[in-house]
């Protein structure tokens, strides 16, 4: 037997294509149309004959604000247009589940069955990084100001939003 479509496609592959779009994490068109192997034209053109399969939560096109947002994320010889002549389409979890009833190829089921893993994956590792908070906050509550210093750098681990850290050092005062 051929080697199967799940072993060309890497998991960061993938994972590289998710953004987090509206608070959502989407998948774009352009992206979905190389995964599946189609062009992006045909994907929409999917997408469109079968517009009531896709209602707002599964898929919606980037304003003008998001795809500015988006491309500043790229460099690139042409920042203008970046080869898009219309607003890429944003596919969330439910949307590109969505996209496997409409598109029958053997690669799309397999690519469609990775995405919908990787997400899913994505989710419980959110979850678990909820529920460690919460296990943290509650100890700290529990044990008062003894461990105050320990709960504040587990916080500051666990938070995404680090700072940078401070120098060390002898630093020479100012004249």
């Known amino acids: 037997m051929e080697k199967s479509t799940i072993d060309i496609i890497s998991i960061t592959e993938i994972k590289e294509r998710i953004y987090f779009i509206r608070g959502q994490k989407v998948m774009l068109d352009r992206d979905l149309a190389v995964l599946y192997g189609v062009s992006t ?4 053109q999917s997408v469109k004959r079968n517009i009531e399969r896709f209602p707002e939560d599964f898929m919606f096109e980037l ?3 998001e795809l500015g947002d988006w491309r500043s994320q ?3 010889s042409n920042p203008d247009k970046m080869g898009l002549r219309h607003a890429p389409m944003a596919f969330t979890e439910h949307g590109v589940a969505m996209l496997s009833s409409i598109l029958k190829s053997k ?3 397999h690519v469609n069955i990775q995405i919908i893993r990787i997400f899913t994956k994505l ?3 959110i979850s678990e990084n909820e529920d460690l908070k919460r296990k943290i906050e509650a100890l700290e ?3 008062d100001g003894q461990f105050k210093i320990v709960f504040d750098a587990i916080r ?3 938070n995404n939003d680090e700072s940078p850290p401070s120098e060390i050092g002898f630093k020479k005062p100012p004249r």
Do not use: Q
Request: net charge positive.
């Open 41 to 44: 034209k045909s994907l929409k």
């Open 63 to 65: 304003n003008n604000e």
């Open 74 to 76: 790229f460099v690139t």
């Open 107 to 109: 690669r799309a089921i």
């Open 123 to 125: 989710r419980e590792l």
């Open 141 to 143: 509550n529990r044990y």
């Open 156 to 158: 500051r681990l666990t």
